[in-house]
């Protein structure tokens, strides 16, 4: 019973920032595990970032760390994803993704999505 909504994408040039939101339906989203999963053009959906249900555990791709960060706010109901010092390569649609407590890195084991927002890094 969960609904997921992204937002925040957008055009930006290299070394730029975005966040991007992800907002959520339901009074039991406090205790979801939510994770960060992005696809670009000819590509494999891919993981990026995840987080647990209360924010004490983060987990990141070696492609952004350092670069991105995700937190949330159970109060508001949303997780976020900042991602800053943008690359081209990071030219995607992302989605969020959210299942019970613990996060995991493959999106198959996930149990609700969001219909994503576009991300797009010019050089």
């Known amino acids: 019973q969960v609904q997921l909504v992204e937002s925040g994408g957008g055009l930006v040039q290299a070394g730029g920032s975005l966040r991007l939101s992800c907002a959520a339906s339901?009074?039991?989203?406090?205790?979801?595990?939510v994770g960060w999963f992005r696809q670009a053009p000819g590509k494999e959906r891919e993981f990026v970032a995840a987080i647990n249900y209360n924010g004490g555990s983060t987990y990141y791709a070696d492609s952004v760390k350092g670069r991105f960060t995700i937190s949330r706010d159970n109060a508001k109901n949303t997780v976020y994803l900042q991602m800053n010092m943008l690359k081209p390569e990071d030219t995607a649609v992302y989605y969020c993704?959210?299942?019970?407590?613990?996060?995991?890195?493959?999106?198959?084991?996930?149990?609700?999505w969001g219909q994503g927002t576009q991300a797009t890094v010019s050089s």
């Open positions: 339901g009074r039991t989203f406090r205790i979801y595990a």
């Open positions: 993704a959210a299942r019970q407590v613990t996060f995991r890195t493959s999106w198959g084991e996930y149990d609700y």
